[in-house]
T-cell receptor, first 111, second 113 residues
């Protein structure tokens, strides 16, 4: 089966660091994505990991461990505009490569 | 101009009506997708198309049909709308031979009464 788990909600303070975890069990693996989605808007691409390790991009970093079926998204120097849902998604080779999305983590950044 | 557009952006319809949601893209991508998003359930794949002659069912295709009229256009139809099809619908595209990053349209908010 295909299963992606991430926390439903998290709250953090402006200026702090927050880590959003994602675990997955899928039929095959070809990469893991993180998308950001503000309320009522379309998801937008944040990061892509295909090899183990940490990928850093400005205030955002994403980590992958394929052997553990685990990833996290790290957001540093939180800003109010980071309040959004963060979707973990796995690219699988089934059906000619499809992306399976987790339900998303709603992050609330408070002053 | 947006690369992926959807029309209409909002739609209210009645149970039993047939409706069509349209998606157009100017990114030149081969692959197009239709998802629905419900609170707490995330994005679920309805149909996807890897080129004009290729249409595939996703995990929740019952009650829906699609048409890929051209590389740039992918339409989703609800044959006979029912209230539990009330949701936010997204069209997305991706380019073959890349890491399959998906680019989403702005969404269509559908309410079935």
């Amino acid at each position: 089966g295909q299963n992606i788990d991430q926390p439903t909600e998290m709250t953090a303070t402006e200026g702090a660091i927050v880590q959003i975890n994602c675990t997955y069990q899928t039929s095959g693996f070809n990469g893991l994505f993180w998308y950001q989605q503000h309320a009522g808007e379309a998801p937008t691409f944040l990061s892509y990991n295909v090899l183990d390790g940490l990928e850093e991009k400005g205030r955002f970093s994403s980590f992958l461990s394929r052997s553990k079926g685990y990833s996290y998204l790290l957001l540093k120097e939180l800003q109010m505009k980071d309040s959004a849902s963060y979707l973990c998604a796995v690219l699988t080779p089934t059906g000619g490569f499809k992306t399976i999305f987790g339900a998303g983590t709603r992050l609330f950044v408070k002053a | 101009d947006a690369d992926v557009t959807q029309t209409p952006r909002n739609r209210i319809t009645k149970t039993g009506k047939r409706i069509m949601l349209e998606c157009s893209q100017t990114k030149g991508h081969d692959r197009m997708y239709w998802y629905r998003q419900d609170p707490g359930l995330g994005l679920r794949l309805i149909y996807y198309s890897f080129d004009v002659k290729d249409i595939n069912k996703g995990e929740i295709s019952d009650g829906y049909s699609v048409s890929r009229q051209a590389q740039a256009k992918f339409s989703l139809s609800l044959e006979s709308a029912i209230p539990n099809q009330t949701a936010l619908y997204f069209c997305a595209t991706s380019e073959t031979r890349s890491e399959e990053t998906q680019y989403f349209g702005p969404g269509t908010r559908l309410l079935v009464l």
